[in-house]
């Protein structure tokens, strides 16, 4: 599957964000759907993650209780609702896919389908 993520922007700290990220060339079936984020001069982290099938999400510990995975069937989507942004939110938002095992959704280079990324910014 082809992914594009969308939805970042500039906001203000405190204020909310929905991201999208929508499937093309194929539909999602057994698929495990992350979120990865880079900040300038940092590493590519795991965010969240959401198996398509059974629709159970994963997340950073850094971001449990203000990130929301969830996604859409009809519409063949997986949105990242992210609440009280802070300026350690800042980074390029990527979304990945693959058919791999659930241990390995937090390991980047373990999915082998990417989005573009998109970026967000918090200012405070």
């Known amino acids: 599957v082809q992914l594009q993520a969308f939805g970042g922007g500039l906001v203000q700290a405190g204020e909310s964000l929905r991201l999208s990220c929508a499937a093309s060339?194929?539909?999602?079936?057994?698929?495990?759907v992350g979120w990865f984020r880079q900040a300038p001069g940092k590493e590519r982290e795991f965010v969240a993650a959401?198996?398509?099938?059974?629709?159970?999400?994963y997340y950073a510990d850094s971001v449990k209780g203000r990130f929301t995975m969830s996604r859409d069937k009809a519409k063949n989507t997986v949105y990242l609702q992210i609440n009280s942004l802070n300026s350690e939110d800042t980074a390029v938002y990527y979304c990945?896919?693959?058919?791999?095992?659930?241990?390995?959704?937090?390991?980047?280079?373990?999915?082998?389908?990417w989005g573009q990324g998109t970026q967000v910014t918090v200012s405070s």
């Open positions: 959401i198996r398509w099938s059974g629709g159970f999400t």
């Open positions: 990945a896919a693959h058919r791999g095992i659930l241990s390995m959704v937090r390991v980047a280079t373990s999915y082998d389908s």
């Open positions: 060339g194929g539909a999602f079936s057994n698929h495990n």
